[in-house]
């Protein structure tokens, strides 16, 4: 007998129909002798209108209010679940992020889980019951309601999974596992049996949704093997683990993030400190800042610029506008309509060329590259918005499809 933690996203309990197809997974699980904790998203668009909703009263709602009206969807997912597996006859209970002790930072909007007191839940395992909870929500040290950032659901599972040391978290979705690139974007893309811990966070972190990258994060720490599979056919899907077998593939995937927004400071003077005092301002204001670019300007001037989160932008230039004279800049330019297209491998560290062919691709389908950002496992572009997708695909069709 195994205890068997399994997630599903929004679209995969959308309606009573997908419910109960959802349900019958869980009770399967359960019927072949297995604990089963189960997650849930809220339905289908739910948490998109009911930030929408909050627009319609508050342009700008405080982040603890947003939280309290976020974790509902949720709630509603979770009890609605719950009612689908009570009438098919088998014992279940549904519970929210706090009645689980899913504790917090207080960063409402992107809470970080910080510990996780589980009596409540052990004890509805041990009374033989199917354990419905609410994913993407906990609670802090106030007892105020915080969510863990969007796509948070999948890091609740893994936080359960590991505090329940559970036997497999098995992550639910739309498609049946991940892919080398999204597969709703490029239909080329191919299904991955296997991948990294590092892969898999890598391509989460640089925008495959597919996974919430702290999920990833947490589970690499505490080695729970992951299993990303389709809510709708019942096969195999992807497992994430420290280690996969290395077939010839260098690379493993690539991602696109449009929610990023570049930042130019100009005219800045060319001495040592400058770069220090403007990133430990902004750092000092929680701004995360991504790539870094500096460049020679005009008569001893030089120009710094960076990315930053889409969220982030107008915090970022209000830092740097306030302190203009501090850094001694002439003037700040943003741009918003930018991504950032990358790819991710484990085996491009010892395998010169990678980064050459990448831009071979770009430079064949006449891709103008504004920033690059290197690590081990990934090379990354900053580009135009509107060419972000093509961009996908032309590199995607020199690594994959040969
Ligand atoms: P859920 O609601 O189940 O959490 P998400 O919408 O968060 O589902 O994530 C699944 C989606 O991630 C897929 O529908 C797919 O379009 C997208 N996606 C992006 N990159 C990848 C990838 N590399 N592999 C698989 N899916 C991906
Ligand atoms: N419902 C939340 C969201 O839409 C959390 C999740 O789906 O994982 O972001
Ligand atoms: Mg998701």
Known sequence: MSLIVQKFGGSSVAN????????GIITDTYKAGNDVVVVVSAQGDTTDELIEKAKEVNPSPSKREMDVLLSVGEQISISLLAMTIENMGFPVISLTGWQVGLKTD????????SKFTN????N????KNIVIVAGFQGINKYDDITTLGRGGSDTSAVALATALKADLCQIYTDVDGVYTSDPRKIPTAKKLDEITF???LELASLGAQVLHNRSVEMAKKHNIELEVLSSLERKPGTKVKEVVKMEKMLVRGVAVDKDIAKVAVIGLPDKPGIAFKMFSLLAQKKVNVDVILQSVGRENTKDISFTVNKDNLDLAVSVINDNLDVFGATKVVTKDKISKVSLVGAGMQSNPGIAAKMFEALADANINISMITTSEIKVSVIIDEAESDKAARVIHDAFFNI
């Open 124 to 127: 509805e395992i041990l009374k």
């Open 106 to 113: 207080s960063n409402y909007g992107n809470a970080r889980i």
């Open 16 to 23: 009573a129909e997908k419910l109960r197809n959802v349900a």
């Open 198 to 200: 590092d892969e898999m």
């Open 119 to 122: 009596d409540r839940l052990r």
